[in-house]
């Protein structure tokens, strides 16, 4: 991760800030959500399978994930905390580690598992969907 600028904020504000952070319907997921929908693309949401995808294909068992840059440590746009970097070091790294067991687990019970980084999304949803359907219309066959 490349480490930018010095924090400006106190670390109580730091803390209010990070802790609002929204774990689901980003601006990024919605965005995909829309152009996937908008493709014939039927998703669900919730579901009882490993790491909670962000859209799940129940049928042709296809998990799709946003992961956000900062916390899954995107090599572009990551960036890693100047302040309480022990924390933040070991936080982001076991995130990444996670991710990687939740992808091999969902493999072995047959899924295919698509991550994008949120940048990709925001970038061009558009894009983004018409690959997830075309890894859809793989698995139907």
Known sequence: MKDRSMDVMTQEQRSRCMSRIRGRGTKPELALRKAVWARGGRYRLT????GKPDLIFPGPRVAVFVDGC????????GVMPKTNR??????LNGNKERDLRVTARLQEMGWTV?????HEVAAD???VA????????????
């Open 47 to 50: 579901g009882s399978l490993p």
């Open 70 to 77: 900062f916390w899954h440590g995107c090599p572009d746009h």
């Open 86 to 91: 022990d924390f933040w070091t070991t936080k």
């Open 114 to 118: 698509l991550r994008y980084w949120e």
């Open 125 to 127: 949803a558009e894009e």
């Open 130 to 141: 018409g690959r997830i359907v075309t890894a859809l219309g793989r698995r139907a066959q």
